[in-house]
């Protein structure tokens, strides 16, 4: 959506190789989200970046996924040793403070063959 | 955790038809409430939201109240169209650091 790009929109990578996702919000906008949207398990949140406070990690779901956000901004999310199950449509959201709205990027979909 | 519970689908319907999808919420608190629609092929669009009790969220024909007695957010529309074939998705963002908890997503699809 407008305000969140992410990129690739589509990956396709063979098993066992590393991803690297990116997600791009617009300036000014602190509070930063990853879900993963997936057949079978809707729409889970992922990890959580406000600020310059400790990212909420409780969503990764092993350690093979990691999360970092430089500069307030660009977040990028690594998917080590990718397994058939991470396939999956990763999603990043930007919060409004002032409207308690938030927006959604197009997602990046990932296809681990 | 919290959780989000919507009416499971496919839910088929013909056009100009009545839409009801049931939405409720375990969340404690006053979260805000939301509906997310999902064309074919496309991403998460926000459809309409409600900050507090009693408010009503509207857009393109779609109502929705929020109860807090009940803890329910039903999406209704009183005449469905063929372009409002989507996956809809209730939310609501009474979790910690206010993220979203989403429900598992219902399939509409209007037939002419």
């Known amino acids: 959506g407008a305000g969140v790009s992410q990129s690739p929109s589509n990956k396709v990578t063979e098993k066992g190789k590393d991803v690297e996702l990116r997600c791009d919000p617009i300036s000014g906008h602190t509070a930063l989200y990853w879900y993963r949207q997936s057949l079978g398990q809707g729409l889970e949140f992922l990890i959580y970046f406000q600020g310059n406070s400790a990212p909420d990690k409780s969503g990764l779901p092993s350690d093979r996924f990691s999360a970092e956000r430089t500069g307030g901004s660009v977040s990028t999310l690594t998917i080590q040793r990718t397994q058939q199950e991470d396939s999956a449509v990763y999603l990043c959201?930007?919060?409004?403070?002032?409207?308690?709205?938030?927006?959604f990027g197009s997602g990046t979909r990932l296809t681990v063959v | 955790g919290n959780s989000v519970t919507q009416m499971e689908g496919p839910v088929t319907l013909s056009e100009e038809a009545f839409l009801t999808i049931n939405c409720t919420y375990t969340?404690?608190?006053?979260?805000?409430l939301f509906w997310y629609v999902q064309y074919p092929g496309e991403g998460l669009q926000l459809l309409l939201k409600a900050t507090k009790a009693d408010d009503k969220g509207s857009n393109k024909g779609f109502e929705a109240t929020y109860r807090k007695e009940t803890t329910s957010f039903h999406l209704e529309k009183g005449s469905v169209q063929v372009s409002d074939s989507a996956v809809y998705f209730c939310a609501d963002s009474g979790g910690s650091n206010y993220k979203l908890t989403f429900g598992k997503g219902t399939l509409l699809t209007v037939n002419p």
């Open positions: 959201a930007i919060r409004d403070t002032s409207n308690y709205g938030y927006t």
């Open positions: 969340a404690t608190g006053y979260p805000s």
